[in-house]
């Protein structure tokens, strides 16, 4: 099996930082990328970053020039570095790996446990 386990989430208030870390263990032959997600009450769940094997990077719009996903391939751990937090942030953040177990095998999602980050004020 394939586990995410996040860690850094909590309360700020808006224009505070915050770090969270996600790190993968388990059965995993290869990662394709690695990303977060977020989702607030009532709203569907929406990327936030992505960073590839190779260290290439996608952002959603709402995020550039403020968060920073950042990963460690060697431990298989990825980063999101958060600042300027507005309230609308609030949300649970979800750790994403797309990638597969064996060498042969498909390529599939998994994902963490979610962390919740709330932004005060």
């Known amino acids: 099996q394939v586990q995410l386990v996040e860690s850094g989430g909590g309360l700020v208030q808006a224009g505070g930082s915050l770090r969270l870390s996600c790190a993968a263990s388990?059965?995993?032959?290869?990662?394709?990328?690695m990303g977060w997600y977020r989702q607030a009450p009532g709203k569907q769940r929406e990327l936030v970053a992505t960073?590839?094997?190779?260290?290439?990077?996608n952002y959603a719009d709402f995020v550039k020039g403020r968060f920073t996903i950042s990963r460690d391939n060697a431990k298989n751990t990825v980063y999101l570095q958060m600042n300027s937090l507005k309230p609308e942030d609030t949300a649970v953040y979800y750790c994403?790996?797309?990638?597969?177990?064996?060498?042969?095998?498909?390529?599939?999602?998994?994902w963490g446990q979610g962390t919740q980050v709330t932004v005060s004020s």
């Open positions: 994403n790996l797309f990638g597969r177990r064996r060498a042969l095998g498909g390529f599939s999602n998994y």
């Open positions: 960073i590839t094997n190779g260290d290439s990077t």
């Open positions: 388990g059965s995993i032959f290869s990662i394709n990328h």
